[in-house]
T-cell receptor, first 117, second 111 residues
Framework: NAGVTQTPKFRILKIGQSMTLQCTQD?????MYWYRQDPGMGLKLIYY???????DKGEVPNGYNVSRSTTEDFPLRLELAAPSQTSVYFC????????????????FGSGTQLSVL | RKEVEQDPGPFNVPEGATVAFNCTYS??????FFWYRQDCRKEPKLLMS???SGNEDGRFTAQLNRASQYISLLIRDSKLSDSATYLC????????????FGKGTMLLVSP
């Protein structure tokens, strides 16, 4: 199994450009997440999804959009790139043990290093 | 008080040393606790969950103190390969929700 696959690994954008970060998982996980990690900072949740067709905002959603048309894919869209969006982006997935239990183990992709200049 | 707070370090220790990290959390109703490990420029990976009674996994021991709202990670007989950033992660009070990550504590193990 490939696990969680993110593309691209690196990208440089100009201010105002748009792009989509791709994320796909082959573990049939219901829950998927997008995090960003700035240097010396913790992971900040951008958006998450509890299943196909359902998405929710996380802590820092402004400037981003997501969709979840299938269980496997959870792309992250930047519409008008800004320097403040320079960061490392991680996609993750998980499958909680039970309805009332929070996620125990997140499986992360290898990350996308994005620079907006 | 920050949601999840950790000493950023770095903790510099020689091989074979014992080192401990603490992490404090602000929400007393939090129900789940974890330690993740993150190598430089890599994705985080689950190291171990933290249970109320404390738990051990080889050289790693995790403890939870609900009264004081902190969790700890003890590493015995440190190896060079233990050099990494250790992220304290706290789960929500109930139901489905998302995890909160600390900024991490950097550990450097030297020969």
């Amino acid at each position: 199994n490939a696990g969680v696959t993110q593309t691209p690994k690196f990208r440089i954008l100009k201010i105002g450009q748009s792009m989509t970060l791709q994320c796909t998982q082959d573990m049939n996980h219901n829950y998927m997440y997008w995090y960003r990690q700035d240097p010396g900072m913790g992971l900040k949740l951008i958006y998450y999804s509890v299943g196909a067709g359902i998405t929710d905002k996380g802590e820092v959603p402004n400037g981003y959009n997501v969709s979840r048309s299938t269980t496997e894919d959870f792309p992250l869209r930047l519409e008008l790139a800004a320097p403040s969006q320079t960061s490392v982006y991680f996609c993750a997935s998980s499958s909680p043990a039970g309805r009332q239990k929070p996620n125990e183990k997140l499986f992360f992709g290898s990350g996308t290093q994005l620079s907006v200049l | 008080r920050k949601e999840v707070e950790q000493d950023p370090g770095p903790f510099n220790v020689p091989e074979g040393a014992t080192v401990a990290f603490n992490c404090t959390y602000s929400n007393s109703a939090s129900q789940s606790f974890f330690w993740y490990r993150q190598d430089c420029r890599k994705e985080p990976k689950l190291l171990m969950s933290v249970y109320s009674s404390g738990n051990e996994d080889g050289r790693f021991t995790a403890q939870l103190n609900r009264a004081s709202q902190y969790i700890s990670l003890l590493i015995r007989d440190s190896k060079l390969s233990d050099s990494a950033t250790y992220l304290c992660v706290v789960g929500p009070p109930r139901g489905y929700s998302t995890l909160t990550f600390g900024k991490g504590t950097m550990l450097l193990v030297s020969p």
